[in-house]
């Protein structure tokens, strides 16, 4: 696959660069390199390769469907992923695994609405009759399967809600503690500062009431030579 996705970027940049370009092969290709990149759950290329396809075709219910699907699955691995970390010996912030949870509920949420769109087969209908590009793909969507995919996407975020809501307090709780620790650090750098401007400040006192001593005792030297 990753050898494919080579020969596909290749093509693709030899036809963007061609002076008599095509939109409809730019499409197909485009499509083969987001399969391969899905394949090799290069989640976050796969979908930026089929929204830049989404430019060319903004009504290709075939690019929506995958694009959807690549948000879902995308989702999905993360999670998998996330729940190995959590059961390794490695501990893992709370603020990382805040940030792994925010991105898994993005890509849920923007599946979800894909598909809520997709599950409507009067937009469909109407989408695909309005661009000739998504006609070239013969791809008819089945409303009832793009149902059953936000019931998925549905019941992943309900089963994720709990732990990461947990886990947003857990993060607030952990920047709390590093404002403190902090603010600790701070205060123990002042303290120090202080405490070695004050030892400064005593060595100088000191050495000047010994320049003031020395003087006083050469004095009373001098007067008992003269006495």
């Not at 693709?12 to 730019?26: A, G, K, V």
């Not at 830049?52 to 469907?65: D, E, G, K, S, T």
Request: charged residues 35%; hydrophobic residues 35%.
């Amino acid at each position: 696959p990753a050898i494919s996705i080579k020969h596909y970027e290749a093509a693709l940049n030899l036809m963007t660069s061609s002076r008599h370009e095509d939109d409809s092969m730019r499409l197909f290709v485009m499509l083969f390199i987001a399969n391969a990149q899905h394949s090799l759950q290069r989640f976050g290329d796969c979908k930026k390769t089929l929204q830049q396809a989404l430019h060319i075709a903004p009504q290709c219910q075939l690019l929506w469907h995958d694009l959807a699907i690549a948000h879902e699955d995308g989702a999905v691995a993360s999670l998998k992923d996330l729940h190995k970390q959590l059961q390794s010996s490695a501990p893992l912030p709370a603020s990382r695994k805040a940030q792994i949870l925010r991105s898994i509920v993005a890509d849920l949420k923007q599946a979800d609405s894909i598909f809520s769109r997709l599950s409507d087969p009067q937009h469909a209908e109407a989408a695909i009759a309005s661009d000739s590009l998504a006609n070239l793909m013969k791809f008819k969507g089945d409303p009832a399967k793009a149902q059953k995919h936000c019931e998925r996407c549905h019941h992943v975020l309900e089963k994720t809600k709990d732990d990461f809501e947990k886990t947003l307090v857990e993060e607030k709780q952990e920047e709390e503690e590093k404002k403190v620790q902090l603010e600790q650090m701070a205060k123990r750098l002042e303290e120090q500062k202080q405490k070695e401007e004050e030892a400064k400040k005593a060595q100088e006192e000191a050495e000047k009431r010994k320049v003031v001593l020395f003087a006083e005792a050469e004095e009373k030297t001098k007067q008992a030579m003269e006495d």
